[in-house]
């Protein structure tokens, strides 16, 4: 009976979805996908629009005429350090260079990308296990590797020695400033999960996690940041 009543005709509640579809009260299945495609898009359009103009803003920015080079931050709880040797212009536009250091055994963090500056770092001394878009590379000293804008990185030291790395970064925008608060947040190797949410949300435009699309992740890093400053844990305010 039941098979029959399949096979000669649909169920009433199907019925009912097939005619709320038509008279508009719910979205097809493609339709909604296409709503949320849009909705993405827009959003990642707006996000390229606004990245573009902070860029602008900080890259011509005179502030950074005050910093002195070379300087150094150091995580104490991992012994990772970066040197920021010179931040200048040349031929190719505005540039960023830096010394990252890496204990043995220790990495860079959660794989990230930078959204508009691209990555050339080369080893001056170690070994690094590199890995750019889910594949793996390693490097000796004077190898090098250029990774494109948008790229998803990490790096570890897979040697036994300290693992030196000469990054040049272009443009920089206000990496700098972002990795020093990153560092602040993360100190004593305990890292407060608002106050990095709320520099990665204001950074936006320079560092970026990998593996969680953007349209989900800045709704949820501005959520915690606007958290962070309501519990006056917001390390930039």
């Known amino acids: 009976m039941d098979r029959r009543a399949d096979q000669d005709g649909p169920e009433p509640g199907e019925l009912d979805g ?10 097809p299945a493609d339709r909604t996908y296409g709503v949320v495609s849009t909705a993405g898009a827009l959003l990642d359009r707006m996000d390229r629009l606004s990245d573009e103009y902070q860029s602008t803003v900080s890259d011509d920015s005179t502030d950074n005429d005050l910093v002195r080079y ?12 970066i040197t920021f040797l010179e931040r200048g212009t040349d031929e190719q536009g505005v540039y960023l260079l830096m010394d990252g250091a890496l204990p043995p055994g220790t990495d860079s963090g959660p794989a990230r990308l930078h959204p508009r500056a691209e990555t050339r770092s080369e080893v001056t001394a170690g070994r690094a296990d590199v890995t750019v878009r889910g594949e793996s590379h390693t ?33 920089p925008g206000e990496f700098e400033a972002a990795i020093r608060a990153l560092y602040e947040a993360g100190a004593g190797g305990r ?26 992740q800045r709704p949820l890093l501005s959520a915690l940041a606007g958290i962070a400053t309501v519990l006056g844990r917001n390390p930039l305010t």
């Open 18 to 27: 097939a005619r709320a579809q038509r008279e508009g009260n719910v979205l």
């Open 191 to 216: 890292p407060g999960l608002f106050a990095v949410a709320a520099v990665l949300s204001h950074h936006r435009a320079d560092v970026r996690l990998a593996g969680i699309p953007w349209w989900l």
């Open 70 to 81: 070379p300087n150094t931050i150091e995580d104490p709880s991992t012994g990772a350090r």
């Open 139 to 171: 490097l000796l000293p004077g190898e090098s590797l250029t990774i494109a804008p948008g790229e998803a990185h990490s790096i570890r030291n897979g040697g036994t020695d300290t693992l030196v790395v000469r990054t040049t970064l272009r443009p």
